[in-house]
């Protein structure tokens, strides 16, 4: 199996040149290049080869407790104890007060070597993000130490066997009474609902507060420390991410901290949600990037026939697999960059509506490029893609849950084709965003105006929904363009700006 390598070079430049995160004041190229590159050195050496480890052992469920793979635990502990959960967190707290750009690039790192793993420790940044925005004084004293010193993860539980998207139909319940807050009731779903690593659990749980019949304002935000009152039912087993547990939880009276405002709950949580769509999106670009790099190196070691004059030929000397191997460099740095291109956006706060476009886009494309890059893969190396020996299996299986989870794909699509459209819902600052990274590019450009055609379609029409989903792919495609427009602008940064030039023609 071809060693995990983490791509930062090609995400300093997307973050530094693509997406300028140099025009930010708080951006320092030499501390994030520093950061990355000795979070990398451990995600090589410590977190990568416990992956096909997690994947063969699975979590497991004991005596109503989780326990994790083989050297899980000992991985987690080092992590902790070497600052990595504190990344983002306020210096006040105990935390490094990296900025969000730095905490991606990390991120990617971690999902491209250990995917499970990195789905159990990091809602924690979200986490974090919700108690400093909504939590009281005494909340953020109590966890965020904790929680960045690693000495508690946390879990986001929404999910309810009838509830999966339609949040609305929530049944679990939160009752106050002179005691405080009591949740009683069943999540599903739940990412690291259980696990060995930490002493303590933060459980952030929606659950409702008001009549039965309230819908979404009758929800609101809980801390919910793990408990006696709350268990572990099950865990699921799962196509992927065998060594993250997927918990069935029972709450049972369990003792509740509200945060925020009773029947703002929602509000409240997609702190923590949007966070999480971010990462998924790079969670399918660390896939995709991992898969280029199996298949070409694979490619470039496998003979198979001959060469016009006579020489052995190797695999990516035909040109159909340099097609696939092409299509999968394409869509590692492309959708790498279109998240941080959302991410800057979002770091420099000048359009909420823009950054609320952006981010489902991401969530979309990217979360298909890891999918799509993997299946290329399994493609180039034939049988022994197929074979579970080069790891591309597993990397389809991990990759295929970015799709559904943190909202599944056809509902952003929706979103997109909709609100999106509204005024004021960030249609307008995406266009002169497209035209931005278009540069010079026409065909950028042409695209451009026949998705403005289309969007003024759609805006008039009586029901948008049948053309969602091929409005959403066109206005995620186009975006991609856009991001490879730019890309090749500032390809002569890059390490290897020829292949970069070369990988735009198609697009531009």
């Given at each position: 199996m071809t060693a995990f390598i983490a791509p930062t070079e090609d995400i300093l430049f997307s973050l530094h040149h693509v997406a300028g995160a140099s025009s930010l004041a708080s951006w320092d190229p030499e501390l994030a290049g520093d950061i990355l590159g000795h979070f990398a050195g451990f995600a090589e050496g410590v977190i990568a080869p416990l992956n096909a480890v997690g994947d063969r052992q699975h979590a497991q469920l004991v005596n109503g407790r989780v326990r994790m793979p083989d050297g899980f635990v000992a991985a987690y502990a080092q992590m902790a104890e070497d600052g990595?959960?504190?990344?983002?967190?306020?210096?006040?707290?105990?935390?490094?007060?990296?900025?969000?750009?730095?905490?991606?690039?990390?991120?990617?790192?971690?999902?491209?070597?250990?995917?499970?793993?990195?789905?159990?420790?990091?809602?924690?940044?979200?986490?974090?993000?919700?108690?400093?925005?909504?939590?009281?004084?005494?909340?953020?004293?109590?966890?965020i130490a904790k929680l960045a010193s690693g000495a508690a993860l946390s879990t986001m539980c929404l999910t309810e066997a009838q509830a999966g998207s339609d949040l609305s139909a929530i049944r679990c319940r939160a009752e106050n009474s002179d005691e405080g807050w009591r949740i009683t009731g069943e999540k599903i779903f739940i990412s690291g609902g259980d696990q060995d690593m930490t002493a303590e659990i933060l459980h952030l749980v929606l659950a409702r507060s008001g009549p039965a019949d309230s819908g979404m304002k009758g929800l609101s935000l809980y801390l919910c420390p793990a408990q006696p009152g709350v268990s572990v039912t099950r865990i699921e087993e799962k196509m992927g991410l065998h060594a993250s547990p997927t918990c069935q939880l029972r709450f049972d009276g369990a003792k509740a901290e509200l945060i925020g405002t009773e029947g703002q709950g929602l509000q409240a949580m997609f702190t923590l949600m949007n966070h999480a769509r971010i990462d998924v999106a790079l969670q399918g670009v660390a896939h995709a990037s991992r898969a280029a790099d199996i298949a070409a190196a694979y490619a470039a070691e496998r003979v198979q026939g001959r060469l016009s004059d006579g020489s052995p030929a190797l695999l990516h000397h035909h040109a159909d697999v340099q097609r696939m191997l092409d299509d999968q460099r394409r869509l590692a740095l492309g959708a790498r960059a279109m998240c941080h291109i959302a991410l800057v956006a979002l770091e420099t706060g000048d359009s909420p509506a823009l950054c609320d476009f952006l981010t489902p886009l991401c969530k979309v494309f990217g979360s298909q490029a890891g999918i799509r890059a993997a299946d290329l893969g399994i493609q180039i190396l034939g049988g022994y893609g197929y074979l579970t020996e080069y790891g591309l299996d597993q990397i389809w299986r991990d990759a295929r849950i970015c799709a559904i989870y943190e909202g599944a794909n056809g509902i952003h699509e929706r979103n997109i084709a909709t609100r999106g459209l509204r005024p004021g819902g960030g249609a307008d600052e995406f266009a002169g965003l497209v035209t931005e990274l278009?540069?010079?590019?026409?065909?950028?450009?042409?695209?451009?105006?026949?998705?403005?055609?289309?969007?003024?379609?759609?805006?008039?029409?009586?029901?948008?929904?049948?053309?969602?989903?091929?409005?959403?792919?066109?206005?995620?495609?186009?975006?991609?363009?856009?991001?490879?427009?730019?890309?090749?602008?500032?390809?002569?940064?890059?390490?290897?700006?020829?292949?970069l030039k070369r990988l735009a023609l198609a697009l531009i």
């Open positions: 990595w959960q504190g990344l983002t967190a306020p210096e006040a707290f105990g935390g490094m007060g990296a900025s969000p750009l730095i905490a991606a690039g990390v991120s990617e790192v971690f999902s491209g070597a250990n995917h499970a793993l990195q789905m159990v420790c990091n809602l924690v940044p979200g986490a974090i993000a919700t108690l400093m925005k909504y939590g009281t004084l005494a909340q953020q004293s109590e966890w278009a540069g010079g590019s026409k065909t950028v450009l042409e695209r451009l105006a026949d998705w403005q055609i289309w969007r003024s379609a759609m805006t008039q029409a009586s029901d948008p929904l049948p053309q969602a989903h091929a409005f959403a792919q066109e206005t995620a495609n186009l975006f991609f363009a856009a991001a490879w427009a730019r890309i090749d602008a500032v390809a002569d940064n890059h390490q290897t700006p020829q292949e």
